[in-house]
């Protein structure tokens, strides 16, 4: 079976200082890794992916990832943080098989302080 | 760019009653998924059909079902209603042969007084 864990609920962070979310993953084969981003009652959007290649990912709005495969952890970051920035992030992970669902984490709290 | 577009967004019900969700894929993405995500808690995988046919299942319970069209949307239909279904009900899609990332709808979120 595969899993997430996304060790904090809530992560502050003063603007225009740098990021870090956190996720781990366990998962059989090879990873498909995700970061989505939720803002309030809003649906669920896409960050960036890591399949295969460059350990480091880029996505949208300045996020990047880093894969540790070692370490099975896909943290998400970013440089420099914008109060826009403050919403909910998912990591979550799929298998390398026929089976495409995404199993979520348990979703970490940004809140970027001005 | 076409978004995945659910409908309706909101449903109020009673318990024992029946509800339906839409959902209609981004054109040309031929898999979609249906999510879970109750209070304060993370999505969880329903089921997912590929070029209309079942491809995987999750924790959805016995009272729902849900099917894919011929043009290619999905209904969730939800029966005996508990005061446990009240979610927010995402629906998503993505192509397969193309770089297989899941776009989310803005979801439905269902009431069950």
């Known amino acids: 079976a595969q899993s997430v864990a996304q060790p904090e609920d809530q992560v502050n962070v003063a603007e225009g200082n740098p990021l870090t979310v956190k996720c781990t993953y366990s998962v059989s084969g090879n990873p498909y890794l995700f970061w989505y981003v939720q803002y309030p009652n809003r649906g669920l959007q896409f960050l960036l992916k890591?399949?295969?290649?460059?350990?480091l990912v880029k996505g949208s709005y300045g996020f990047e990832a880093e894969f540790n495969k070692s370490q099975t952890s896909f943290h998400l970051k970013k440089p420099s943080a914008l109060v826009s920035d403050s919403a909910l992030y998912f990591c979550a992970v799929r298998g390398s098989g026929s089976a495409r669902q995404l199993t979520f984490g348990s979703g970490t709290q940004l809140t970027v302080l001005p | 760019a076409a978004g995945v577009i659910q409908s309706p967004r909101h449903l109020i019900k009673e318990k024992r009653e029946t509800a339906t969700l839409k959902c209609y894929p981004i054109p040309r993405h031929d898999t979609v998924y249906w999510y879970q995500q109750g209070p304060g808690q993370d999505p969880q995988f329903l089921i997912s059909f590929y070029e209309k046919m079942q491809s995987d299942k999750g924790s959805i319970p016995d009272r729902f079902s849900a099917q894919q069209f011929s043009d290619y949307h999905s209904e969730l239909n939800m029966s005996s209603l508990e005061l446990g279904d009240s979610a927010l009900y995402f629906c998503?899609?993505?192509?397969?042969?193309?770089?297989?990332?899941?776009?989310f709808g803005p979801g439905t979120r269902l009431t069950v007084t």
């Open positions: 890591y399949i295969t290649g460059d350990n």
């Open positions: 998503a899609s993505s192509l397969v042969s193309g770089s297989d990332e899941q776009y």
